[in-house]
């Protein structure tokens, strides 16, 4: 049994265990749920407001990307306004209210990060990326709540995944300060899109349910609990893919280098 725990405890799954609880992966996806409903959502809300005749609505866009059926997007629908209402009721307090949050969302995405690389904390100067990074989310939204392919579904989840990829890959060098080499960052965006694309099948099959259950139960608060639960989601999988992106990172090296050994050992 012992060798059977070292064995483990030296595995991948074992290094990736011992990582994540340094992480903290689920306080840190808590942590994100609670400030990306107070970031994401009234941002959404007002890029896709931007464009009321191309864009969706946070409603339908939010539905979308939960993946959820139709009767339970007009669940989720009947929890905002309409686009076009909210830029014309947005005050300046609720607009500085909300770039603070954003602000704090991109410092504990960046901590994250920097917990994930095992690197020490960036300078106080080096906020100014929290202003860039939300900046790009917030062009990066837009061009999401505004692009609309319906009628080319599979141009439309390319188009989406490869945005995402990129943005998620910038991300983490603009945050980390460039710190880490792109090239060691590419695996953990990769990661986090796949991850997001089965947290979207997963939400289809559990959440869509879901919503019509706690609506019936507890009427609007219920959908808001099932959109607050997806965020979780979403953190985790954020912090999860950039930290399976390091190990794979880690490994990828040492298996090649093993490999040509073994090519060495047996043309020799």
Not at 179 to 207: D, E, H, K, Q, Y
């Given at each position: 049994?012992?060798?059977?725990?070292?064995?483990?405890?030296?595995?991948?799954?074992?290094?990736?265990?011992?990582?994540?609880?340094?992480?903290?992966?689920?306080?840190?996806?808590?942590?994100?749920?609670?400030l990306?409903?107070l970031?994401?959502?009234?941002?959404?809300?007002?890029?896709?407001?931007?464009?009321?005749?191309?864009?969706?609505?946070?409603?339908?866009?939010?539905?979308?990307?939960?993946?959820?059926?139709?009767?339970?997007?007009?669940?989720?629908?009947?929890?905002?306004?309409?686009?076009?209402?909210?830029?014309?009721?947005?005050?300046?307090?609720?607009?500085?209210?909300?770039?603070?949050?954003?602000?704090?969302?991109?410092?504990?995405?960046?901590?994250?990060?920097?917990k994930?690389?095992?690197?020490?904390?960036?300078?106080?100067?080096?906020?100014?990326?929290?202003?860039?990074?939300?900046?790009?989310?917030?062009?990066?939204?837009?061009?999401?709540?505004?692009?609309?392919?319906?009628?080319?579904?599979?141009?439309?989840?390319?188009?989406?995944?490869?945005?995402?990829?990129?943005?998620?890959w910038?991300?983490?060098?603009?945050?980390?300060?460039g710190?880490?080499?792109?090239?060691?960052?590419?695996?953990?965006?990769?990661?986090?899109?796949?991850?997001?694309?089965?947290?979207?099948?997963?939400?289809?099959?559990?959440?869509s349910?879901?919503?019509?259950?706690?609506?019936?139960?507890?009427?609007?608060?219920?959908?808001?609990?099932?959109?607050?639960?997806?965020?979780v989601?979403?953190?985790?999988?954020?912090?999860?893919?950039?930290?399976?992106?390091?190990?794979?990172?880690?490994?990828?090296?040492?298996?090649?280098?093993?490999?040509?050994?073994?090519?060495?050992?047996?043309?020799?």
């Open positions: 049994m012992r060798r059977a725990r070292r064995a483990v405890s030296r595995s991948t799954v074992g290094r990736a265990w011992r990582r994540s609880s340094a992480l903290g992966l689920g306080q840190r996806a808590l942590g994100f749920a609670a990306g409903f970031t994401l959502v009234p941002l959404l809300i007002i890029v896709s407001s931007g464009d009321p005749e191309n864009g969706r609505g946070f409603a339908q866009w939010l539905g979308e990307g939960l993946g959820v059926s139709r009767a339970s997007r007009q669940q989720v629908e009947h929890l905002f306004i309409q686009p076009g209402q909210a830029l014309r009721t947005t005050t300046a307090f609720g607009i500085a209210a909300l770039a603070v949050f954003g602000l704090t969302l991109g410092a504990a995405v960046q901590s994250g990060y920097e994930v690389w095992d690197l020490p904390p960036a300078r106080w100067w080096a906020r100014w990326r929290h202003v860039v990074w939300l900046t790009v989310l917030t062009g990066y939204l837009f061009f999401s709540a505004t692009t609309t392919l319906r009628d080319k579904p599979l141009a439309g989840g390319v188009m989406a995944s490869l945005s995402a990829l990129l943005f998620l910038w991300s983490q060098h603009m945050l980390l300060g710190r880490i080499r792109w090239r060691a960052l590419f695996p953990g965006a990769m990661v986090t899109v796949i991850g997001l694309l089965g947290l979207r099948l997963f939400s289809r099959l559990v959440f349910p879901l919503i019509a259950s706690n609506t019936v139960s507890f009427g609007p608060v219920g959908t808001v609990l099932v959109v607050q639960s997806w965020l989601g979403v953190g985790v999988v954020v912090f999860g893919g950039a930290l399976v992106g390091r190990l794979l990172c880690e490994k990828l090296p040492r298996r090649t280098r093993t490999m040509k050994r073994r090519r060495r050992d047996a043309t020799s």
